[in-house]
């Protein structure tokens, strides 16, 4: 019998997956059974190589369909996620994803269709790869900031923690709207909109109270 399995990830503790259920369920899905890693990078881990991606690779078999908040999930390495994502079509299984409501279906035989499919998948990974190096650029900034400033006045203290700030920047990393993000981290969206606008300078303004 098949299944609807979703596969949640997280890079650093501070964050958490409740998010990415809550999503899922609220677009629709009737999820059987969730599969997450806590803690670990996209960029830095294969998703063979994570200790629930493994489980992962055994448990989906054909007829399965395999939910992602977003492609990113999976990884943010485009040979990753792309190579990943064909495996799983070719063992016939159906990835769907939360935002956007994209479709990967191995089952497709027009040329055409598989064509559009394919660079579709390709541009999706790129766009997460692309994502991970504007974020990880736009906190090192951030640090940078705070270090050239640390003995400076610290300025008013940020309304937003470190798990908030985390949470912000995964949800613009996915593409999300300002109004889910604000409910998902507990902010109001004028900061998110800030947080937004100068993700250096609210990672800058952060450190330097921490």
């Known amino acids: 019998m098949s299944q609807t399995i979703l596969y949640a990830r997280v890079s650093t503790t501070e ?4 998010h990415q259920i809550t999503q899922a369920e609220a677009a629709g899905f009737r999820i059987d059974e969730v599969v997450a890693d806590h803690g670990v990078s996209g960029v830095a ?9 493994k489980r992962l690779h055994d448990r989906l078999r054909r007829g399965d369909t395999l939910v992602v908040r977003w492609v990113d999930r999976l990884g943010r390495d485009y040979q990753d996620v792309t190579d990943t994502i064909r ?3 070719r063992r016939g299984v159906v990835i769907r994803t939360v935002i956007n409501g994209l479709t990967f279906d191995g089952a497709a035989t027009d040329p055409m269709h ?3 499919r394919d660079a579709l998948i390709a541009f999706m990974a790129a766009t997460a790869q692309a994502q991970a190096e504007a974020t990880k650029e ?6 940078e900031a ?13 309304s937003y ?3 908030q700030l985390a949470t912000v920047e995964a949800m613009l990393a996915d593409g999300a709207g300002t109004t889910p993000i604000a409910k998902a981290s507990g902010l109001s ?13 609210a990672q800058a303004a952060l450190a330097r109270w921490e």
């Open 15 to 18: 964050q958490t997956l409740d």
């Open 45 to 53: 881990t294969k998703l063979s190589e994570r200790e629930q991606g």
């Open 87 to 89: 495996e799983f079509m």
């Open 114 to 116: 598989e064509a559009v």
């Open 138 to 143: 736009a906190q090192r900034a951030g640090i």
């Open 146 to 158: 705070a270090k050239a400033d640390g003995s400076k006045y610290r300025g008013k203290k940020p």
């Open 161 to 163: 923690s470190r798990e």
């Open 189 to 201: 969206r004028q900061t998110v909109l800030r947080i937004k606008s100068d993700p250096a300078s």
